[in-house]
């Protein structure tokens, strides 16, 4: 069974950092390039950050490039996103994304907030 389950959300200050965690069970994920996305209330869900299987290439949304790191360990098989400085306008539920299988974990809320 194929699961994807996001963890590391919370309430943190703005300035403040968190690192999201995502762990993938179920399928080959070392062949898988993988991404996280957001969604913020009222608006649609946005693509945040992308890396390669090997996790050799990374991409960024721009609003959020040099402040939050995509990483992989493809031998626990988890995917990161570490969030540094971050700002109110972050506020989203985040998700966890393999694009060539259309896989998605259920979410992790993240509320940046003083």
């Known amino acids: 069974q194929v699961q994807l389950v996001e963890s590391g959300g919370g309430l943190v200050q703005p300035g403040g950092s968190l690192r999201l965690s995502c762990a993938a069970s179920?399928?080959?994920?070392?062949?898988?390039?993988m991404r996280w996305y957001r969604q913020a209330p009222g608006k649609e869900r946005e693509l945040v950050s992308h890396?390669?299987?090997?996790?050799?290439?990374?991409n960024y949304l721009p609003s959020v490039k040099g402040r939050f790191t995509i990483s992989r360990d493809n031998h626990k098989m988890t995917v990161y996103l570490q969030m540094n400085s971050l700002k109110p306008e972050d506020t989203a539920v985040y998700y966890c994304n393999c694009p060539t299988k259309n896989y998605w974990g259920e979410g992790t809320l993240v509320t940046v907030s003083s």
């Open positions: 890396i390669s299987s090997t996790g050799k290439s990374t």
């Open positions: 179920g399928f080959a994920f070392s062949m898988y390039n």
